[in-house]
């Protein structure tokens, strides 16, 4: 085991604030505002607050799968929160967000309006009002539920865990590099087994179960996330893979993905999104080459 560490936790941790790694600037171990900044209200019933990391995909792609379905009072405009700039840390957004993560979501179709936070509890909330990807008997519902919460309490060894170490801290250390493989790999063979006997996550339909556990692992089975295919040997979980290219090819997902991110090719960079046109005229493509006119 390499890395080992002489540190002695003192008797009460105090916070030094720049303790290196790729958050460091903005963690901190205080919740509450630290500025004053409202948050803009677009023409939509749904105002929606977020960044296009797996959390906020989620609900981007529930949208967009609504829409594509028609649903037409799923209307939202999707508002950036540079989470990098401590946006989450303004007064209008810990408002919707006590918590001060993305993804937060306002329904204005009732007065007052309704907050909605976690992103699991976010697509559960549009899949009730809307009626869709939501299984109606009570034991397709609970196997969907089951897995929606599964993802959330799941998720965070994945990301908080094996994506921090593995990615983002300072230093590569064995310890919970090792830690953090371990149960991402068997979180993904738990997958693999139920997508063996499943088309879907929760069974033969597609659902806010898969929404939200592809937002995640399918993308990182996809080599999206901390670099981590090859390392986590993702093509030896094929059902998941396989699953994982069939949502990937959705409309609605591609569409999700495009609203609100920041990085990556222009033309998947939809920074906010206020009209379905957007995606046809608001890139960060489109927006260049009209500066450069
Ligand atoms: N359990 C929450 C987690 C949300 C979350 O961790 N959001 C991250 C981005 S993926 C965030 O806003 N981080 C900002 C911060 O930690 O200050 C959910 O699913 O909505």
């Known amino acids: 085991m390499t890395n080992k560490s002489d540190y002695k936790p003192p008797k009460v941790w105090t916070w030094i604030s720049e303790n290196g790694g790729t958050f460091a600037k903005i963690n901190r171990p205080i919740a509450g505002a630290t500025h004053d900044k409202p948050l803009p209200v677009g023409k939509h019933p749904f105002q929606l607050y977020s960044l296009a990391t797996p959390n906020g995909v989620k609900v981007t792609v529930m949208f967009e799968e609504l829409l594509q379905m028609n649903i037409h009072d799923a209307e939202y405009d999707a508002w950036l929160i540079k989470i990098r700039d401590g946006d989450q840390f303004g007064n209008g957004f810990v408002e919707v967000n006590p918590n001060s993560k993305i993804p937060a979501l306002l329904d204005h179709s009732l007065s007052p309006p309704i907050r909605v936070f976690e992103s699991g509890n976010i697509l559960l909330y549009l899949a009730e009002k809307f009626g869709a990807f939501l299984p109606q008997s009570t034991a397709e519902r609970s196997e969907c539920l089951s897995w929606l919460f599964w993802q959330m309490g799941s998720t965070p060894y994945l990301g908080g865990g094996f994506g ?70 993702v093509k030896s979980y094929g059902h998941v893979l396989r699953w994982a290219k069939s949502i990937d090819a959705r409309p609605a997902v591609l569409r999700g993905r495009m609203v609100n991110r920041v990085s990556g090719i222009p033309e998947m960079q939809l920074r906010e999104r206020h009209d379905a046109d957007d995606f046809k005229t608001n890139t960060q493509d489109k927006i260049a080459n009209r500066l450069s006119k």
């Not at 170490?165 to 738990?190: G, W």
């Not at 088309?199 to 659902?207: E, H, K, L, R, T």
């Open 164 to 233: 921090h170490f593995y990615a983002y801290a300072p230093s590569k250390m064995e310890y919970p590099i090792d830690r953090f493989t371990m149960e991402t790999k068997r979180q993904l063979d738990v997958l693999n087994r139920q997508l063996a006997i499943n088309d879907y996550i929760s069974g033969a339909d597609y659902n806010i179960a898969d929404i939200a556990i592809w937002a995640w692992y399918g993308q990182l089975v996809l080599g999206r996330l901390y670099k981590a295919a090859e390392f986590l040997d």
